[in-house]
């Protein structure tokens, strides 16, 4: 008999996605075996072994809907390896995920269950220092992010795998629909060669699945040709959890860190009496909303706030901060934490969650060119995806600080990231994918063609990109840098003035939502406060401004001490010197380097406020005016 890769291309050729007719009996008994990983595993997913293994095995794309803690991310991952064993796909099993923890724990998570170590039969890769691989890996997590980079670097078939999960799906990225673009176009081209296709899986707690169905349906080499798609939603989570909602409606402005604490200090206190070592969740829409919450539960808790582990969670921690949070401990752990912690990853012992059913987003108005973060109610299925963590290990409860009235009247599904966002990131970075047509490249998430159309425009203004829409050499390095258009093309100008360092600080201290500077109404404390600042300020920018006091701030060793005297915000500075890390990592693709704008020191300042004011001009273009009469 012929080898089992050998017999599905030879009676399938060329669609390779098999029926159970057409194969031997052997591969269909390899199928009906259940994966050695899940033994033992008490998931509900595991329960639907073998229709997840006819979905993967007999159709091109799957969609699996699954409630939060029904252990989708763990399960998924085994059974497709199964499938590609017993049909012999050539490659192995690649697991998209949002974010590098998520990708982490999750290969952790999986290596626990297959009794291996990270790297072995299961892996991880988050960055090109930051991977955990070896050629005995079956299964590799990665960031969605790292799946587009290796088709842009040139694998335009994804050579390495045969199967592809891309996991919390419901986010609705931007990353998750450029990882299922070039998955699309992968599988294109691999048509267009005869070989066998990517099977794409798909799994959530909560989407729309007719419209990714809809997506996966679509055939990128012949749009007459419709792809098999299978769909299955699989009830039940681990364990159930008890859902309450306030009486009372908080107003619009009104305080909502101290009800989430005052529950929090409830709940703790009920576990205390009842020697519960349930851990506690609390959900807000942003870090300063995270640090006022641990800030009002410690001064309830008083001295005993020392009994307790109470920690934040949210994307500016350092790395070693966060990780601590999901490392098992004796004491009690309260955890305030943003969106970071909805999906896949749990704190250990989790039993009680609070949510405010807040989110911060990122919202862009075409008609001002602003874009805002802004705190909304997050909808239905990110309420109840939040809800669903405090099941996953134990019965559990969620408080939910609005109420049952205000729950139904929201929108089912989060709005996509796509859609509320500006796209001239999303156009460059097509754009640096290789593909031009971007008018009519099909999308997840189709964006308005009015709001296309302006992005463009505005493009052209940067001159990122001439008349017909191809990039300018500046509009390359614009895409590789990523990021806001108009502050990757200050970069760009930036390297042909030799002023790199200041443009990214001025660019980091203006994408602050507070000020660096302390203000008071007192008319005499403010006195004191200009007189401390007056040696910081350049009177013709506020650019040259912040570059003034980050040089000083830098020069003083970044301490909290020189910030206070000199009346500025540390956390503020904190920030900048976080973005100011982001910024550096997204020049790493391009050949412009951010060191410290030294050809400047013997130079007349006014060379040196030029060259920065021309660097900021450049991505403002679109918005200067010039000043008559």
Known sequence: MQPTSQLIESTLAPDFIPTPEQLSSKVLEKLAEPSPYLEGINLPVVGFEKQITNLIAFNSGTVIEAETGAGKSLAVPFIADKVAKALGLPGITVVTQPRNLATRQGAESMAGIAHCQVGEKVGYHVGDQNKRESPETDILTMTERILVNEWVRGDRILSRYSIAIVDEAHEGGKETNNVLLVLKKANAERERRGMEPIRIVITSATIPAKKFTNYLSYNEANPSKKEKVGHIEIPGRTHKVEISHTRRELKDGEDYTMPAAQLTLRKIREFDAAHDDGNILVFMPGKGECDDTIEQLKRLLGPEADNYEIWPAYSELPQGEYDKVFVPGTKRRIVVATNILETSVTPPRLAYVVDTGLIREIRYSPKTGIEKLVAVEHSQS????????????????????????????????????????????????????????????????????????????????????????????????????????????????????????????????????????????????????????????????????????WEEFEGNGKTEEWAHSHHLDYEVLRR?????????????????????????????????????????????????MKRSG
């Open 382 to 549: 990110g309420v109840t995806q939040r809800a669903g963590r405090a099941g996953r290990v134990r019965p559990g409860k969620c408080d939910r600080l609005f109420t049952n009235a205000n729950y139904r009247k929201r929108s089912k599904y989060s709005t996509p990231e796509l859609l509320r966002t500006h796209l001239g990131p999303t156009i460059l970075e097509l754009a640096g994918l290789g593909i031009r047509d971007i008018r009519n490249v099909r999308l997840l998430d189709q964006p308005n063609p009015e709001d296309l159309e302006h992005d463009l425009r505005d493009l052209k203004i940067l001159g990122a990109m001439d008349v017909n829409e191809n990039l300018t050499p500046e509009g390359e390095l614009m895409a590789k840098i990523g990021g806001k258009p108009e502050h990757a093309r200050m970069l760009v100008e930036a390297n042909k003035h030799g002023c790199v360092k200041s443009a990214a600080v001025a660019i980091a201290f203006a994408d602050m939502t507070k000020s660096v500077m302390d203000f008071s109404r007192d008319a005499e404390e403010q006195k004191g406060i200009r007189r401390a600042q007056h040696p910081l300020l350049n009177l013709a920018s506020d650019y040259l401004t912040f570059v003034k006091i």
């Open 576 to 624: 900048v010197s976080s973005s100011l890390n982001d910024i550096a990592k997204s020049l790493r693709g391009t050949k412009i380097p951010m060191v410290n704008d030294s050809r400047f020191n013997s130079a007349p300042p006014e060379e040196f406020a030029e060259a920065v004011g021309k660097s900021i001009a450049a991505g403002l273009v679109g918005t200067l």
